[in-house]
């Protein structure tokens, strides 16, 4: 196939007309784009789409089997240079087996080592990628050098010098999946040119041919004799008597039955492939095809599904296969004893409540804990499931699913439970509890972290964060004392959100940049209470004397949920103003005592804490309005607030009577104050002072 390249236009920089220069091994599409001075190396794979086009900077280079794909483009200033690996001047660089990903822009002055990966949509200018670098989707690099093997995550933008060299190191796992796609695009290269060459066509077409007629004789004795008794009864060889029953309860049900599998890489991923199951409603045909999929796929992954053809979603799936283990220890329906799978023997019981409880030795994975804590919430009605992370993901909360569990049975469940951990030895595992009706996590607890061996250490950090029943002084009572910087109330407050999913942050700011609202951050990855809780305490004692908030964030979202002082100049860390409420379900009330000083203003009802009325004082001493926002629970989940009447005064008594008024009038809803900057015509302050 003819490629379209043409020398680089006369321009006032450049009149030398200078032709691309293509290795006779590579392969560029004839629908891609190339212009000017670029070099192309051996066995490069140039998609169709693309448009490389050295007309201003100039010249390019394209390593020894790089692939360029689908819509990439590359163009580079007038100005500016990266120095090549041959010691020369070069407006844009690639190194050797190196992926430029779908959509991605490259832009020099760019200079990209070898073996490395660069993700869809992705941006490289005036930038410097080392070797081995791995850049996900969505992602800026400009104006940084980038260190060799350095990973850069999905949508990060990396612009300061900073940012790059805090980025964390590729993985194994990453460097497998870079180097794999070089592996498909070198075979894509070798099909497309064997494709336009008519003699390695009539070649493969011939072999193909050769190899039908031996498979069409073979292929006529059948694999799966429909005259065997377990067929006849409806059972199969390879499938447990519990899988076999529950496809018949999904037969008689009008659903079919389908199976998908995957190797362990494909597993990673989630990238599955179909298997071919017969379209028939009668168990035995069905079974039949079921048993032929497993033998053609044997050392892999194989999984069971049921569909619901009329409303066209599945309603099943099980895990049916592992690779190194038999299916009926695989599906998790037999029994636990004697699997030789390496766990301890046990067995269960059912229950008056219709579960199956757990009536036996312990697993070498769980310990009875989190066996009591899944009894609890299946109990409850609640779905079982499980998430993992390797040491760089659970940094950044980026979670994968383990494969769903479908049983409310705790057998399965445990059993499921189990095989996660097993699979995923070596990393963070977590145990969520999940309300099906209300579509929300209620639960939360890490069963395993790197290091855990299977003697029982694996849940030794497990903590439970149920929401449906943590109460104030259950959700921090097993961390030890609580730190004199912060009080009860805040650890209860943390330990609330980080239970219903939200992270924590922190920010601090002095006194002049309180004023312009220019706050600070310090990150907080972990979600475990005990460690949030240590690093605030540090933050305000770090930034003594300074203004410090606790943030709650919604990952899902992307926004703030939560905004708190928890220090501010003057305080002292023992004796820290506590939250306007202790829990986010509850409404707190300011009741004087003794040892706390009465507030400057007597509230009519005593709603407003006296950190509420102090940060409304100082608002208005600096000379800002005040507004007053609330919104339904549905409302606060769009961030879509109402205001309140307008406050025009700027005494303090007229404006706290407002706020509580306001309350009076929302009762049951969220409401916040605002500080508003009336000269800047911004917002510089929100408070949450009401939760339903």
Known sequence: MVSQHSAAPPTPWSKSLAQPQIHETAYVHSFSNIIGDVSIGPDVLVAPGTSIRADEGTPFHIGESSNIQDGVVIHGLEQGRVMGKDQKQYSVWIGKNTSITHMSLVYGPAFIGDNCFIGFRSTVFNARIGDGCVVMMHALVQDVEVPAGRYVPSGAIITTQQQADQLPSVSAVDTKFANHVVDVNNALRTGYQCASDIACVATIRSELER?????????????????????????????????VSQIKHLLSQGYRIS?????????????????????????????SSLDGCLKEHQGEYVRLLGIDTQSKRRVLELIIQRPGQSVSVASGASSVSGNGNGYASASYKSSSNGHSSYNGSMSSF?????????????????????????????????????????SSSERDVVSALEDCLKEHQGEYVRMIGIDTNAKRRVSEAIIQRPGDNRNGSASKGYSSSQTSRTSTASSHGSMGSVPPSLGADWVGQVSQLLAQGYRIGAEYADARRFQTSSWKSVSIPSNRPAEVITTLASCMADHEGEYVRIIGIDPVAKRRVMEEIVQRPGDRSSQVTSPSRSSARMTASYEPTSSNPQPRHVMSNQRLSEDVVRQVEQLLAQGCRIGIEYADARRFQTSSWKNCPSIASSRASEVLSAIESCMSEHAGEYVRILGVDPVAKRRVAETMVQRP
Not at 211 to 234: C, L
């Open 211 to 243: 190899n039908y007629q031996s498979n069409t004789s073979a292929a006529m004795t059948p694999t799966y004799s429909p005259t065997q008794s377990s067929t006849a009864s409806g059972s199969s060889d390879s499938l447990t008597a519990d899988v």
């Open 259 to 287: 199976a998908e599998y995957a190797d362990r890489r494909r597993f990673q991923t989630s990238s599955w492939h179909s298997c071919s199951v017969s379209d028939s409603d009668r168990p035995s045909e069905v079974l």
């Open 366 to 406: 769980l310990d009875g804990e989190v066996v009591d804590h899944v009894r609890g919430l299946l109990r409850q009605g609640y779905r079982i499931g499980t998430e993992h992370a390797d040491a760089r993901r659970f940094q950044t909360s980026s979670w994968k699913s383990c494969s769903p569990i479908e």
